[in-house]
């Protein structure tokens, strides 16, 4: 988490994705959908300002 708080404090914007891509898949394992897919969805719409995803 300390990787994931230190990019949220830079900004860095792929390092924050990935970060709710993990979030998320640690609440689908949890078998917690409603959560993961909140965090899915942040982790899209950051690929999506960078560029990466449409």
């Known amino acids: 988490m300390k990787a994931f708080k230190l ?5 860095i914007k792929e390092g924050i994705a ?7 898949n640690i609440y689908r394992i949890k078998g917690e959908l409603d959560k993961a897919l909140e965090y899915y969805e942040k982790a899209l719409k950051l690929e999506e300002e960078m560029g990466r995803k449409k």
Do not use: P, S
């Not at 990019?7 to 900004?11: A, H, I, R, T, V």
């Not at 990935?18 to 998320?24: A, H, L, Q, S």
């Open 7 to 11: 990019d949220e404090d830079l900004g």
């Open 18 to 24: 990935i970060g709710f891509v993990n979030i998320g």
